[in-house]
């Protein structure tokens, strides 16, 4: 079974910057999708950013230029770092993994950002 564990959550300053890491075990295979999603107060889960198995990035439009995914294989962790944070940056931080037809998720990461 593949089990996430995301870390690096807490309260910044609007305009701070934030560093998420989602390490993942039980991983066996060298193809797959990692991303991070977000759960704002009183709203659905929405895409952040994702990086396949080739590198390949996407970002949501509301977090491009400030937002950068990575991945080390070799520690198959993933991260988030996130500058320039703003208000509705707000959000529970999920990780997930994604392999042929089966989805994993981490429990999540409060992110606050607030003065």
């Known amino acids: 079974q593949v089990q996430l564990v995301e870390s690096g959550g807490g309260l910044v300053q609007p305009g701070g910057s934030l560093r998420l890491s989602c390490a993942a075990s039980?991983?066996?295979?060298?193809?797959?999708?990692m991303g991070w999603y977000r759960q704002p107060p009183g709203n659905g889960r929405e895409l952040v950013a994702l990086?396949?198995?080739?590198?390949?990035?996407n970002y949501s439009d509301s977090v491009k230029g400030r937002f950068t995914i990575s991945r080390d294989n070799a520690k198959n962790t993933v991260y988030l770092q996130m500058n320039s944070l703003k208000l509705e940056d707000t959000a529970v931080y999920y990780c997930?993994?994604?392999?042929?037809?089966?989805?994993?998720w981490g429990q999540g990461t409060q992110v606050t950002v607030s003065s």
């Open positions: 990086i396949t198995s080739g590198g390949i990035t």
């Open positions: 997930n993994f994604q392999r042929a037809l089966l989805s994993y």
């Open positions: 039980g991983i066996f295979s060298r193809i797959y999708t």
